[in-house]
Structure formats: C-alpha cells, structure tokens
C-alpha cells in the first residue's frame, strides 16, 4: 500500500516511517519541515534501506495535496501534522487551530476531491482532559483545557460528523498517551527545538549535560509519590499501532477510536530513576511548583486496540531508557542542519 504520511520527518512520523518499510509499506512524506529537518530522511534510508519520496509542503496548501494524490496513486493517508506545544498554543492559539484544524480539513477535503478515503490522524489522550478515574477506557468523556488540546478535540468533532456524512470513509483515531524512547539503532530519536516542553527529552538533555537540573512539577500530588504519573509508551510500539491500525481498519468503513498506550502509570521520578540506571549518569532535580494545565495521573486501557488490532505494546521502560539514552549519547546536538 502506498501510503501519505504528513508530517513523516517528525518524531513518531519518521519512526513509523521505519517500521511501514519493514512491514512492507510505501510511504511517501510531506512535511514543511517547520519541527523537523530534511537530513532525518538520510536517517531513514541509512536505517530501513529505503528512501522515500519527500515532497516539502504544506498540508493547508489543497494544490500540493491534489497534485501528490493524482501522481503517486495514494490509498491511503496518516495525518501527524500538527503543532503539539501547549505553552504555546496558550500564546498563539489562531496558529494551532489554522495548522491543525484547518490543516486537517484542507487535507480531508483534497482526499475527498480525489477519492481515497482512509485516513489515520494523531489525536491525544489530552482529549480525556483531568480524567475522573484511570484507566482510561475511549467512551470516557472528552474535554480540553488548552487551544492545543482544543485543536485535537475539534478535530475528532469535525472528522466524526464528516464520517457520518460519507459511512464509506475508514477513519482512525488514535489518541497516543506519552511517546518516548526512540529507535534502537540510536540513528533516529526525539530532536525538540529549544528548551524541551515534555520530561523525557528534558530528562535525557540533563544527563548529556546540555543543561543543569531537571525541574519536577510539583510533587504534592495524590499518586504513589507525589510527582505526576503518566501512561508512557515506546515510540516504535506506538509506530506498530498504526501499522496494525491500517492493517485492521484500512478497508474498513467506520470511525474507529482506540487508545495507544501501555497501561502502566509511572511517576516522573520513576522515570528520572529509569533513565540514571540506563544512563549510568545522575539527573540533578529540584522541585518546583506544579505546571498550571498539569492532571495527577493518567494511563490508558489499552485492551480494545489489542482485541480489535491485535496490537500491544511489548517494550518495556527499560527500553524506552535505554533507546532514548542511546539516541542523545550518540546526537548530543540532534539531527544535523
Ligand atoms: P513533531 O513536531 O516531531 O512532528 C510533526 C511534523 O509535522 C514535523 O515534522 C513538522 O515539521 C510537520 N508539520 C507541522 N505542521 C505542518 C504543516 N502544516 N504542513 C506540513 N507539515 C507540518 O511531533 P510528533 O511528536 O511527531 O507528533 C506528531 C503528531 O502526534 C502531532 O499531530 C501531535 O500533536 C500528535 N501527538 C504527539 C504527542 C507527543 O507527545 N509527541 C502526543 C499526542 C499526540
Ligand atoms: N514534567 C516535569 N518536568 C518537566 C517536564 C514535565 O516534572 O520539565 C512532568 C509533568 O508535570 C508531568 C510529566 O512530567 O507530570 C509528563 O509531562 P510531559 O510534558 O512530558 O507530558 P504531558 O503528559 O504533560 O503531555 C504530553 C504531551 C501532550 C499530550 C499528552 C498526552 O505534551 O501534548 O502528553 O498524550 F496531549
């Protein structure tokens, strides 16, 4: 199957990328490289033995669209594009609904102009918002708290009442707990721009030394030790799951939900004592107040993705560490310009 994967330079794109060549896939990549770099698509080829297709653009830019669907007979599509930075959302709140709102109609609407009709989009468990209880099962009741979380939230709207509209369309949402790790080869890996937002490439850019201490968010929470606790997965298990979602869902009409995640909650300084053990190096903390936004816990139930998907994740923290650690030791500076 010849698939369009936007945004595929990207963190979990370029992963999943990888794992559709092994698994027999042709992807073909669109990115405006505005997180990314052209040199991770060296990266791919050096890994899986395959470069694919790259076309830079814009998925808000139909002509783009239009022209790739009509020259590279696409069946199908997996929709990563986005902005994911919710500080930022919080600033600049027209940008992420005009990249991943109206990004994701543009594309929707250019599918529809040329008749594929499968589509997988990357949505979040931040639609869950501050769960009433976890495990967190799909029917849990969805809300948002930030433009970011938001732009999810009104894309799943917005693609559920499309679905409705045109019952022959497969669409897939897959709303990914927290991705972490990399790929073992320590070739690819997570390369945030600036001081990083989430823990674990904080985690990692203390232990390189890139930056002094980690800063904990508070640890008066009611979990096991007071610091958040969070349903981290491997990114190639989480890469495995659109695979098996394509696999599964591809040619089946219907808008299909599942949650990515592992089913185990770990605390953020279970997760500073994975990585000094993966490491070998010591990440200096200090405590400071709690993020505003931030919930207590959360982790997935994942068992309706492994009943109807026959996926589940089979990495452990052990790996996601040890992946991610081997990814900073060989790129202290990330992915070259
Ligand atoms: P990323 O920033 O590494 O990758 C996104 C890619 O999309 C980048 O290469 C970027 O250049 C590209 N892009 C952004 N806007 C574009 C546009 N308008 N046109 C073309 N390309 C564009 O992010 P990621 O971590 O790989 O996340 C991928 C998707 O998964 C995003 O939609 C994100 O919201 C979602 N998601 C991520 C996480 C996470 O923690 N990483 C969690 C839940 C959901
Ligand atoms: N944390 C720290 N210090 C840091 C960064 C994070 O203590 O420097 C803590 C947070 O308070 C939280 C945990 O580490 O308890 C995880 O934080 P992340 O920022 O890594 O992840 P979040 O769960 O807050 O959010 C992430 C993505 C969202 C996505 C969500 C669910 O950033 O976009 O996972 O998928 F919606």
């Not at 991705?179 to 600036?194: A, F, I, M, Q, Y």
């Not at 490439?201 to 640890?219: C, H, K, N, T, Y």
């Not at 790996?319 to 060989?330: E, I, K, L, V």
Request: net charge negative; glycine share 8%; with cysteine.
């Amino acid at each position: 199957m010849r698939i369009l994967v936007t945004g595929g330079l990207g963190y979990i794109g370029s992963h999943t990328c990888i794992q559709m060549i092994e698994a027999g896939y042709h992807p073909i990549i669109l990115d405006n490289l505005c997180n990314s770099k052209s040199s991770v698509l060296d990266r791919i080829k050096e890994v899986s033995g395959h470069r694919p297709l790259f076309i830079e653009g814009d998925v808000r830019d139909k002509r783009v669209l239009v022209d790739i669907f009509q020259q590279q007979n696409i069946d199908a599509v997996i929709h990563f594009a986005g902005l994911k930075a919710v500080g930022e959302s919080v600033e600049l709140p027209l940008r992420y609904y005009d990249n991943n709102v109206n990004g994701t109609l543009v594309l929707v609407s250019a599918m529809q102009e040329v008749g594929v009709k499968t589509l997988v989009f990357s949505s979040s468990a931040t639609v869950y918002g501050d769960p009433a209880s976890v495990p967190i099962t799909e029917d849990f009741p969805t809300s948002a708290t930030n433009p970011y979380g938001r732009s999810k939230l009104m894309v799943e709207e917005c693609l559920t009442d499309f679905q409705k509209a045109n019952p022959e369309w497969s669409i897939t949402l897959l709303r990914y707990f927290n991705p972490v790790g990399s790929h073992p080869s320590g070739r690819l890996g997570e390369d945030p721009l600036g001081i990083p937002n989430n823990l674990m490439p904080f985690v990692s850019q203390v232990a390189i030394g890139r930056r002094e201490f980690l800063s904990v968010f508070g640890d008066d929470y009611e979990t096991k030790d007071g610091t958040g606790v969070r349903d981290y997965i491997h990114v190639l298990d989480l890469s495995d799951g659109h695979i098996a979602a394509l696999k599964h869902l591809g040619k089946k009409s219907g808008l299909h939900t599942y949650n990515l995640g592992t089913g185990n909650g770990y605390s953020v300084l279970e997760m500073v004592n994975a990585f000094e053990q993966a490491s070998g190096r010591e990440v200096p903390y200090k405590i400071v107040e709690r993020r505003s936004g931030d919930i207590a816990e959360c982790w997935a139930d994942p068992s309706k993705a492994e009943k109807d998907l026959d996926w589940k994740a089979t990495r452990n923290l052990q790996s996601m560490t040890a992946d991610s650690w081997r990814w900073q030791s060989n790129n202290p500076d990330g992915y070259p310009d």
